[in-house]
């Protein structure tokens, strides 16, 4: 898988996903390690495609909601 393929299938798991997945969530589901995981989301996160909220220790990955709603 390209480094598009991941970007577009991390995006894809958030969609249908809408309270968000943890960095061990998006790994698991996507097929790929814990670290390509987290660096592919801090990408997502820096161009504004992924928002961020930590809950306790957790942090829970989503898409904004102008990217739900297809305004992006």
Do not use: F, Q, W
């Not at 798991?13 to 995981?37: C, P, Q, W």
């Amino acid at each position: 898988m390209n480094g598009n393929g991941v970007s577009e299938s991390i995006m894809s798991l958030l969609e249908r996903h809408v309270y968000g997945l943890t960095i061990e969530d998006v790994s698991r589901l996507a097929g790929i390690s814990r670290i390509t995981a987290s660096k592919y989301l801090a990408v997502l996160e820096a161009c504004g495609k992924v928002s961020v909220r930590e809950i306790g220790k957790a942090k829970l990955h989503y898409l904004p909601r102008n990217y739900r709603e297809g305004r992006a």
